[in-house]
């Protein structure tokens, strides 16, 4: 009780703290912790999360993602495929082993993307209290690094904003508060919990594919998270939140000269995971509320973002 | 069980057939099949394997990898960490929104990996019949790419080839043959179903993170799959084969002269998917031998392989 | 006199020679040669080209390139400037040396390069016979890396097929025939010689900088040297061949179904090399018809091309 | 004579000046300037440079660089080789014109290097006032980008410290200081002049492909260039300072607690170019003390650093 009272104190980018509230910069999980809300991942909730399986149907929530995907800029990528000395000729063995590689250039931050904890700070300070100078090497991170998280598996839920305000897609610069959020909920008949991963669904993407594309639009700005609604999520202690947007919260922010608030309250105020570009409409439209949610992302060593998939299973 | 002769049939390097032999050429799922063996992830198979979890605990599968992870040459990678404008400032907005982000140069074929069926061929002829000079092309492959593969879920199934031969860790150049897969897997009481994915524990990983690390010998040669265990596995119909070794398949190959010819049999072959670094040693010690296995790929448009890191939930 | 004959019928795709004729795929230098014309930078000719300096003016023929340049596809790049681990201090030392570094990632054939001896073959077979198959390694080039190449030093000339065919800009499709080239050279009183580096001046470049840039026209075709052109400047033994366009030779091609074929006479057959993108417009303004010309590539071991920024000093 | 002795003063690190002190954060060229001591490459010193060639040998100055180069971490480079869909057939067109590209990863202060105006700082000041904050960009500098450099022609010299300290090669932290630098000037019998590049050999290179190689030591310090020879070097008024070391300066420095002192004195406070790892061997064995110098750098739109190749000639 008190310490989800001192959650909402903790929204606040006050680094010193009046006596008796709680410390953001000190993780609940202790002064070495590296993962954040992964740590609700207890057995008995991926259990409990693997008993929403009814129907078997796999949702894949990574949208396709190519060098023309819009991304934050100057992030940019290139994926470009050879095949290793085997010109004119039949590759290894007498078997004719042939085959094809490929090459990445790019930004880890484009498309369906994970934000590891080491992603979003308040004024250079990270979850745990990390400063970016002591662990934001060029070489990478050296705490809070990607490569630290096993992966997050748990029960997901959908919350179908679209559908809650009643429009076909969710305009830009319409904020999720706290209210909004707990009435989509209760709309839709499902109890939000701690350990949670909470998506977000406004139709965004159909700027992307839809019936009129409209990638600068779609770049330009988004539907989103509030303030309150991050504050709100946090305090119930959620492992993930994510969204159909490329940035998952609102943009433009609620309050002018604001950028991106609920990614602190989120990640370095919390320590919750923030996932961008997330597919939801299949879900959507199969009223998919509940479901196992199982993210396997890259372990790479010291990374700061990764491009995911993670799988829905109801 | 026509089909399943033909499948055996199908297992040899002759792209001509003889009359009422199997075309491997000609997939099962169609001429405009891209995914293969992901086919039999069907809401059953799913529905069955979720139903493997009875005690929640979760195992991240893929090995934490960095520019030191030992790559079949000349793959390299590197991960760079920047602060992008952020100078001797608070970032964006008033409420100092600072971040990092990062940058990945180099190839996808390293550490934990899937090799997508645009992967391995047979003299150039690739699953589906696909010739590499119609569709590897050098901005992605226009066929095959693993962006069409939605993920992998399904029935996991570890064989713990380390035990079963009695060796703490599998030597290089040691072949699961098909009488040791059907043997390991009845002396650990497992049954091998058409849809699994089947993983196999050597204790490989060892040479990386044991007490006497030698990357050198890992990535010199290895112990891994047999022609005959390819081709039993194949005829079953698994949907992916895994190992805790860099190529999956026993290096030096059992007849002199072939090189990755298991690769072919389930690739290109039986459009199966290969799993390649998977760090199994938790499931073996765990003698967790069935569990739900989940995997999310990224799915970069046009890709060959890509980084994973593959779930079991058990 | 016998040799230049045997280069003339050189160009020619044949391989098989017929008696007598001379065999492109041995080099005029011996068998172990790795840099072709660049024999022709004797003593004599560099103290020659000096001699040519009067006004002590300087020409930068690297036009500035970055990710907008247009490119042959799929080729692109990216700059990424970064200040390695000097978040939020005042970087090294008690003296505060603070720094940027910059990564590139891409291709190093965009904007002004020369195309080493590596880069352009018929069916396979490069300068001095060597087969892609043999030297043509992903990890770089062991034959014919433009690291062999020290730079190129000699007497520059050119020509202004502009100001010659009496027009703004020279359109595409025209070729530069032989008897144009002589032409060309004739009316601006200017002699071409042996070892000469013969720079073409179209105005193609307006298309990028000019009143009305449309650089979708400048990447999809331009006007440059013809085969009989490629032919004369491939017996009069020049060291290299530029001009102010994407791919220096004329296309389309002058005969159809045909491509690049000057760059087969210049390249495998001559040992010529091969400048793009240099902006000669300056020099043409100047009627500056004979400089001195000064190329010193970087010299990064394998590589096939190198972004370059020639220098003509008069 | 106001102006050097502004100069001279302007050699410390305090921003804040006295009265009558010369503010180095105003450029001698005025407040629009992007190239510093390039300013200095005026017609007439260009003419008289060319005048020194004599001999017409050529000398090319850039090492081969590749991924085993010794680099400043995090710094690393890959070269690939790729034959862009070209697989199993003779490429395009009739006439079968194949060809190999390449792609380059990494850093661009690498190996032979030019250190552009905006590499080095002094506190995050750097050339004419500018404030990285300001202009150093992730998508490449704004300010100062090397593509703003036409290339450096001019009166190279070369200074042997081997042969004046009489040794075969100099030691790590051996300084040259003023006193060294006028008087190796003097034993060589030639004059150091304003807008000229002074270039130093100590045969520390013979680390890299000398009989004992140990590359090791070459990139864990290296001779160089002192505080007192870079203040007189300023007050001179050079255009660029070179070294055959990867730093050009002492390390470790002479005073302790200070770190590129010499980069700063050169660099943000007098606009002079620094040219590290130049393989000044072949001048120095052929007693080349003066020669005309030529440097045209790949023009790459906000690059702070570029991998080089000078060209001497004499």
């Known amino acids: 009780m008190k310490l989800i009272a001192g959650l909402a104190l903790a929204a606040s980018t006050c680094l010193a703290q ?9 993780s609940r999980w202790g002064p070495d912790d590296q993962i954040g809300s992964a740590n609700l991942m207890t057995p008995e909730r ?15 929530l990574g949208m396709i993602v190519g060098s023309d995907t819009p991304a934050f800029p100057p992030r940019s990528l290139s994926v470009t495929v050879l095949q290793p000395n085997q010109i004119s000729n039949s590759g290894l063995g007498n078997n004719a082993f042939t085959y094809n590689d490929d090459i990445f250039m790019g930004w880890l931050g484009i498309g369906p993307q994970i934000d590891g904890l080491g ?11 990390h400063k970016d100078s002591d662990f934001a090497k060029a070489a990478g991170l050296t705490e809070l ?15 179908d904003m679209a559908k809650f305000y009643g429009v076909d897609m969710v ?29 977000f669904n406004s139709n965004w993407m159909n700027l992307l594919d839809g019936a009129n594309p409209d990638p600068k639009r779609f770049g330009a700005a988004e539907p989103g998270l509030g303030v309150s609604g991050a504050e709100y999520l946090a305090e119930l202690g959620v492992m993930a939140v994510g969204a159909d947007t490329w940035g998952m919260e609102v943009v433009p922010a609620e309050k002018e000269g604001e950028a991106f608030r609920a990614h602190q309250i989120l990640q370095p105020e919390n320590g919750i995971y923030i996932l961008e570009n997330m597919d939801t409409r299949e879900l959507a439209k ?11 992302q890259a372990r790479l060593k010291g990374a700061v973002q990764m491009i995911i998939n993670p799988i829905a299973i109801r």
């Open 46 to 60: 991926v259990k409990a999360a693997s008993s929403l399986v009814t129907t078997g149907k796999v949702y894949s």
């Open 145 to 159: 690094g990607l490569h630290n998280l096993p992966g997050l598996v748990g029960r997901g839920v959908l919350l």
């Open 171 to 199: 305009e830009e610069g319409k904020a999720y508060t706290a209210d909004d959020v707990k009435a989509a909920a209760a709309k839709q008949g499902v109890e939000l919990r701690e350990g949670d991963v909470v998506l």
């Open 119 to 129: 992603h979003a700070g308040v004024d250079h300070v990270y979850y745990n209290g």
């Open 18 to 26: 009046a006596d008796g509230a709680h410390d953001w910069t000190k």
């Open 286 to 296: 199969d009223e998919a509320y509940e479901f196992l949610f199982v993210l396997g």
